[in-house]
């Protein structure tokens, strides 16, 4: 039976959210976390529908995180709305939203950044210095405070993702990081609050970065293994599309190491990034290898 939809109670410090935690854990309850920026779309909606198959309770939060926006980037033009956000949650079946002010997230004297090495390293960790550094410590104060059991979070984002999985697997946190399909708009654009900042001639030519992942995913599945080949075959809907590459590339799926062939044994990932005018947007598709 579907749990009835009601407003989830909204949480702001800290105290508040230790409390939930802790009362959840009395009773015995298990908890599925779910971390968002919010201008929510069905992306994260169906990550709290997962936490709610998995977890007793669903927990989601709220944060728009100055630490991982750089000096020139859209902090203060992201878009916002808790009204909306709210009630959306409660339909997914999430019981409480997090959503602290930045000045409770970072007090005054705030110094402790949490960064992880590797994982974070090309692609968007290149183009934009320090972003993972502030997803790792935000991720890691959310864990850290609620301890739940499962923490879920889309492909969309997969460094991001594979940045988090490194950080739960090394500091030990006892958390099952769980990476969900990016959902996409009927024509195969990747869901994204960043769309909503697309003008009509914008929202059609990216609809070239699914349209080039798909082609290299269906040729990898068809038998191609040379990543220059893949790539090229990638690229030809960018260019036709006159969009801004930031990067196409092809990496190992877990390590996110730079790859020049596909094997059977190692799956790959492909990952663009692209402007649409001022907007950037992201993707990625699993590569695998007919027979793999």
């Known amino acids: 039976m579907e749990p009835p939809v009601t407003t989830p109670r909204l ?7 230790r409390w939930f935690a802790n009362d959840l854990r ?35 939060t709220i944060f728009v995180n100055p630490t ?6 859209d902090l203060s033009r992201y878009p916002r709305d808790l009204s909306g956000d709210l009630a959306k949650c409660g339909a997914a079946g999430a019981t ?18 949490v960064t992880v090495e590797q994982v974070s390293q090309g692609l968007c960790g290149d183009r934009r210095p320090g972003h993972f550094r502030g ?18 979070f889309g492909e969309k984002d997969y460094q991001q993702l594979q940045v988090i999985k490194a950080l739960g697997r090394d500091l030990e946190l006892g958390v099952e990081i ?17 769309n909503t900042y697309l003008s009509a001639d914008d929202r059609v030519r990216a609809l070239s970065l699914s349209k080039g992942l798909f082609a ?15 790539v090229a075959l990638g690229l030809a809907p960018l260019t036709a599309a006159q969009v801004k590459l930031d990067y196409l590339e092809v990496r190992d799926a877990t390590t996110l190491e730079p790859l020049t062939t596909l094997t059977k044994e190692k799956p790959g990932r492909a990952l663009v990034a692209a402007f649409l005018g001022t907007t950037r947007l992201i993707d990625n598709v699993a590569l695998t290898l007919a027979g793999g």
């Open 11 to 17: 949480l702001k410090t800290p105290d508040e959210v």
């Open 96 to 113: 409480v939203v997090y959503s602290p002010e930045p000045s409770t997230v970072y007090p005054q004297g705030f110094q402790t950044y």
């Open 26 to 60: 009395r009773r015995g309850q298990t908890l599925a976390l779910v971390p968002t920026m919010g201008f929510l779309h069905d992306g994260h909606l169906s990550l709290m529908r997962e936490g709610r198959a998995r977890c007793d309770v669903v927990a989601a």
């Open 135 to 152: 997803v790792a410590t935000v991720v890691t104060k959310l864990l850290a405070l609620f301890r739940p059991d499962v923490a879920l």
């Open 68 to 73: 991982q926006f750089g000096p020139t980037e």
């Open 216 to 230: 290299m995913q269906a040729a990898a599945k068809a038998g191609e293994a040379d990543v220059a080949k893949l």
């Open 178 to 194: 769980v990476g969900m399909p990016t959902i996409r708009e009927a024509d195969g654009l990747a869901m994204s609050s960043r």
